[in-house]
C-alpha cells in the first residue's frame, strides 16, 4: 500500500508523514476491504458550548490551534455560531446557540460545554449506515449530499452513548474549508514569540463515561455496529486508589487511528471521577481527548504560559525507585519532567509521555490530555493511581469526593 493510500487527506495536509503517524497515535496496518465499516480516521469533534467566540479564542491562545472556518448570522445561518479550528490533523468546530431557541442552547443548558458530536471520516457513508442499520444502531441523520462552489460532501450520522452522536463524513469530493454553509475565515490573533508553531499534530483517543453497568453494552455496540477491536482493558486494582475505583475497556477501529477508552464507576468507599462527570454532564459523555504531540515539554511550557492548568503530580511520584526502574531511559531527564508534572509509563512496545489539564469549563467535566508516544500502544496504565489519585484531590477541593 503506498504511503499516498495509508494518509488521508487531513493528514497530508498537516504535512505528517507515515513514521509521525506511527510515534503520534499508534497507527497499525489494516486492510479496510474486509470491514463491514470501515473508518479513516477522526474528521472533527463538534463541541457545544456557551460562548463559541470566547471559546474560539481560547483554543487559539491557549492550545495553538488555528481558525480557518465559520458559519453564523452573517453567513445566513440564523441559529448558531461555528467556528472550525485546526492543529495538524486535528479538526474542532466550536458552536454556541445564536438564537435563544436553538437546539444547542437546550443542549448547553443541560449538559455545559461538551463534544456534542464525535465525527468520523469514512469512505463510504452509505455502506456504513446500511451496517448499522442492520446492527440495530439508531440512525439520526439519513445519507444526504451538502454541495457548494468546492463540490459534494456526504454525510450521516448515528446515535451513541447519551446526547453524543457520530457524523459520518465523506468529504473526498470537496476542497472547501469544512463543508457547505461556511466560509474561510482567518484570525488577527498573533501568537506569544516564540511560542511553537504547532501545539499538538493529532486527536489521539477520545474517553468516554457511562453508567455503571452500560461499559460492556457500548463495548459491544463499538464492536458489532462499527467493526471496532478490542484494544485494551483495566479493572480492579489497576484502576482504583483506596478511596475510588472505575472500570475501563477500549476500543479502536482496524487502523487504531480512532480509539475509543470507554469508562464505568466502580464501587468504592467515596465517589469516582466517573461518579463526578454523570451527575455534573446529566447523564454519559466524552470526558476528555487526548492530544498527540512530538514535543510535550514545549507544549505544557507554551499553554502553561497562556494560563492553562495541569493537573499537579507529587515529588514522591518521581522518587519512587520503582518508577525509575520500570520506566529506564527516556528521552529527557525525569527532573525535566518532574518540574512540569508530566507523567511517564512504559509497556512491552516502549513508552508514552503524558499530563492531564484540569477542567477547561466551568463544570467539572471536560478535560484534555496530552501524550507523546515513543512506541507505546498503552494509555499509561503504570500512571492510573497517580492520576486517579491527583483527580480526587481535585474534586476533594470542589466538595464533589
Request: glycine share 8%; net charge negative; aromatic share 8%.
Amino acid at each position: 500500500m503506498s504511503l499516498d493510500q495509508v494518509l488521508n487527506d487531513e493528514e497530508r495536509l498537516a504535512r505528517l508523514d507515515l513514521d509521525q503517524l506511527k510515534q503520534l497515535v499508534g497507527l497499525v496496518e489494516h486492510d479496510d476491504s474486509a470491514d463491514p465499516f470501515p473508518v479513516s480516521g477522526w474528521d472533527a469533534l463538534v463541541w457545544v458550548v456557551g460562548n463559541a467566540l470566547q471559546t474560539a479564542h481560547f483554543l487559539q491562545s491557549a492550545f495553538g490551534m488555528e481558525l480557518v472556518a465559520y458559519s453564523g448570522p452573517e453567513t445566513g445561518n440564523r441559529d448558531h455560531h461555528a467556528y472550525v479550528l485546526r492543529s495538524g490533523a486535528a479538526r474542532f468546530v466550536v458552536q454556541g446557540a445564536y438564537d435563544p431557541d436553538s437546539p444547542l442552547a437546550d443542549h448547553h443548558r443541560r449538559h455545559g460545554d461538551g463534544i456534542a458530536d464525535i465525527a468520523l471520516a469514512v469512505p463510504d457513508v452509505d455502506r456504513c449506515v446500511a451496517h448499522a442499520r442492520a446492527q440495530g444502531a439508531t440512525v439520526l441523520e439519513e445519507p444526504h449530499d451538502l454541495t457548494d462552489e468546492h463540490g459534494t460532501v456526504r454525510r450521516a450520522a448515528i446515535a451513541t452513548y447519551g446526547d453524543t452522536r457520530h457524523g459520518l463524513v465523506d468529504r473526498s469530493r470537496y476542497s472547501g474549508p469544512y463543508v457547505p454553509g461556511f466560509v474561510a475565515r482567518t484570525s488577527s490573533f498573533v501568537p506569544r514569540p516564540g511560542r511553537p508553531r504547532r501545539l499538538f499534530q493529532a486527536v489521539d483517543h477520545v474517553v468516554g463515561n457511562v453508567e455503571l453497568g452500560a461499559m460492556d453494552a457500548w463495548v459491544d455496540f463499538y464492536n458489532r455496529v462499527m467493526g471496532f477491536t478490542n484494544m485494551a482493558e483495566f479493572v480492579g486494582a489497576d484502576i482504583a486508589t483506596d478511596y475510588s475505583a472505575l472500570m475501563s475497556k477500549v476500543v479502536a477501529n482496524g487502523n487504531h487511528r480512532v480509539k475509543f477508552p470507554l469508562n464505568e464507576p466502580a464501587l468504592g468507599r467515596k465517589r469516582s471521577q466517573i461518579d463526578e462527570y454523570l451527575d455534573f454532564y446529566r447523564g454519559p459523555g466524552a470526558q476528555h481527548v487526548a492530544l498527540a504531540t512530538n514535543d510535550i515539554l514545549a507544549t505544557v511550557d507554551a499553554m502553561r504560559a497562556e494560563g492553562v492548568e495541569f493537573l499537579a503530580t507529587p515529588d514522591s511520584y518521581y522518587e519512587d525507585p520503582e518508577l525509575r526502574a520500570r520506566i529506564g531511559e527516556v528521552r529527557v531527564p525525569i527532573e525535566e519532567l518532574q518540574a512540569r508534572g508530566i507523567l511517564v509509563d512504559r509497556d512491552e512496545d516502549g513508552y508514552l509521555l503524558q499530563i492531564f489539564t484540569r477542567p477547561t469549563g466551568d463544570r467539572p467535566t471536560v478535560f484534555f490530555e496530552l501524550i507523546e508516544r515513543h512506541g507505546s500502544l498503552g494509555f499509561g496504565k503504570g500512571n492510573f493511581k497517580a492520576l486517579f489519585e491527583a483527580i480526587e484531590r481535585e474534586q476533594a477541593r470542589r466538595g464533589n469526593f
